[in-house]
């Protein structure tokens, strides 16, 4: 993963669908602010989403614009293209209140992205100590997470470091092998 730089925007990625629950205008409105306050951020959103959330979330773009775009909403994107933007990111937020398994979660994990997350649902179980929690529904609460993160770069290093490393418990291959030999206890209790 890249060096943090003080001198350049560290890039933000949410990678969702645009829906009520997935909190984007709370995320857009805690990096306004943090903006504001003359940090070197940048939001990038990849998702599309119903017409009434996108219109919740364009409310709030329009809200935080300030003398220069910081805020970039790119839709939907071919899978290719969305996994390209885990590799240009810098941290990952996450700030869904209703996940049963966030899959773009896990492909920034995988990526070694460091990670804001909700403090909802099975993230805090999936993540560990891999990422930092907020409650999503607090602007306050988001800010304060993603301020702590960019003002601690070793703590990005090592965030993303473990990041990557709990990720691989969800590889194909572990589950193909706990599979099989799931079955295979079951056949041999079954041959007895």
């Known amino acids: 993963k890249k060096k943090f730089s003080k001198d350049e925007n560290l890039r933000l990625l949410y ?3 645009v829906k009520k629950y997935k909190h984007q205008w709370n995320l857009i409105d805690a990096v306004g602010l943090l903006r504001k306050e003359g940090t070197p951020i ?5 998702g599309g989403g119903d017409s ?12 935080n614009k300030l003398e220069k775009n910081f805020i970039f909403h790119h839709g939907s994107l071919p899978y290719k293209e969305t996994l390209e933007w885990y590799h240009k990111a810098d941290i990952f937020v996450f700030p ?25 649902g099975p993230m805090p179980e999936v993540l560990k100590d891999a990422g930092l929690f907020f409650n999503p529904e607090s602007v306050t609460s988001i800010k304060n997470c993603l301020r702590y993160m960019i003002e601690n770069p070793n703590l990005l290093q090592s ?12 590889s ?8 099989f030999a799931f079955l295979s206890s079951v056949y041999e209790k079954n041959r007895k």
């Open 15 to 17: 990678v969702s669908t």
């Open 42 to 46: 940048e939001l990038h959103l990849v």
């Open 52 to 63: 009434q959330a996108l219109n919740l979330m364009q409310d709030a773009i329009l809200r």
């Open 96 to 120: 869904s209140t209703c996940e049963t398994f966030g899959i773009s979660l896990l492909e920034a994990m995988t990526a070694g992205l460091p990670i804001a997350s909700s403090d909802r």
């Open 159 to 170: 965030l993303g470091a473990k990041a990557k490393q709990y990720s691989q418990a969800y």
């Open 172 to 179: 194909w291959k572990k589950c193909a092998d706990e599979t």
